[in-house]
């Protein structure tokens, strides 16, 4: 599959860094095809920081506001212009009625009729990651008009990766060495949420998995993704 002004690419993640993380330089890339690419988070990053009784506080609407605006700043830098906020709780999809989720995708589905779809992977210690992953599994059931024909899980560094046990194993790759310095621009602008190496979401971090990923496909640097179901 390669990327060209008849692709449609819809992004169901849980919050606002993941598409850069798991996506930057994919997205990056199939916007320089002709993409046309929407982005939908489900719910916000940053209230697993706050209990719940803070959730009214101006501290909470202060980190909110910034990691918005952080996301704002950068689909800048990737070219996208479709994107839509969500503000389930972080790290506590697992308190929302799970049918309401999935409704949601649905209706996503229905008005942007996407022909990929990337989401998460199961594979995943981050609770919202894994609910979204099944949501889109239920969203997406190829029921008659409503056939999407590919699906994707990306790659998030950290929560991604320090799963014990099963590892995420994928078997999509796309090249990005054009595109691996805008993704660590674009990841520049989430402010707050990058730390120093060998933490994985720090600059190093992300170019020495760009760079693994990479090595196992043959090229300088790669995204993986594992492709769930695709329908030829
Ligand atoms: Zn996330």
Redesign the pocket.
């Given at each position: 599959m390669n990327f060209n002004s008849d692709s449609k690419i819809l992004f169901i993640?849980?919050?606002p860094?993941?598409e850069v993380?798991g996506a930057g330089g994919m997205i990056l890339k199939a916007k320089s095809f002709g993409a046309s690419i929407r982005i939908v988070w489900l719910?916000e990053?940053v209230s697993a920081r706050f209990s719940e009784n803070q959730f009214n506080s101006d501290d909470y609407k202060k980190a909110n506001a910034i990691r918005e605006k952080g996301a704002i700043n950068a689909m800048e830098v990737l070219g996208v212009l479709d994107y839509s906020f969500g503000y389930w709780h972080?790290l506590r999809f697992d308190q929302i009625p799970f049918l309401d989720i999935t409704k949601k995708i649905e209706k996503e589905i229905f008005n942007f009729k996407p022909n990929l779809i990337v989401t998460?992977n199961p594979v995943e210690v981050?609770i919202?990651?894994v609910i979204t992953f099944k949501a889109v599994e239920a969203a997406a059931r190829p029921v008659k008009d409503k056939i999407i024909p590919a699906i994707w899980g990306c790659e998030?560094p950290c929560?991604g990766r320090w799963t014990l046990g099963t590892k995420f194993v994928p078997n999509i790759y796309v090249e990005i060495e054009n595109f691996i310095e805008n993704k660590i621009l674009a990841w520049s602008k989430y402010k707050g949420e990058a730390r120093n190496f060998p933490f994985p979401r720090s600059d190093e971090g992300l170019k020495t998995l760009a760079k693994y990923r990479g090595m196992e496909a043959g090229v300088k640097y790669a995204e993986a993704f594992k492709s769930w179901r695709e329908v030829l």
């Amino acid at each position: 599959m390669n990327f060209n002004s008849d692709s449609k690419i819809l992004f169901i993640l849980a919050h606002p860094d993941d598409e850069v993380l798991g996506a930057g330089g994919m997205i990056l890339k199939a916007k320089s095809f002709g993409a046309s690419i929407r982005i939908v988070w489900l719910g916000e990053g940053v209230s697993a920081r706050f209990s719940e009784n803070q959730f009214n506080s101006d501290d909470y609407k202060k980190a909110n506001a910034i990691r918005e605006k952080g996301a704002i700043n950068a689909m800048e830098v990737l070219g996208v212009l479709d994107y839509s906020f969500g503000y389930w709780h972080c790290l506590r999809f697992d308190q929302i009625p799970f049918l309401d989720i999935t409704k949601k995708i649905e209706k996503e589905i229905f008005n942007f009729k996407p022909n990929l779809i990337v989401t998460h992977n199961p594979v995943e210690v981050n609770i919202d990651h894994v609910i979204t992953f099944k949501a889109v599994e239920a969203a997406a059931r190829p029921v008659k008009d409503k056939i999407i024909p590919a699906i994707w899980g990306c790659e998030i560094p950290c929560s991604g990766r320090w799963t014990l046990g099963t590892k995420f194993v994928p078997n999509i790759y796309v090249e990005i060495e054009n595109f691996i310095e805008n993704k660590i621009l674009a990841w520049s602008k989430y402010k707050g949420e990058a730390r120093n190496f060998p933490f994985p979401r720090s600059d190093e971090g992300l170019k020495t998995l760009a760079k693994y990923r990479g090595m196992e496909a043959g090229v300088k640097y790669a995204e993986a993704f594992k492709s769930w179901r695709e329908v030829l």
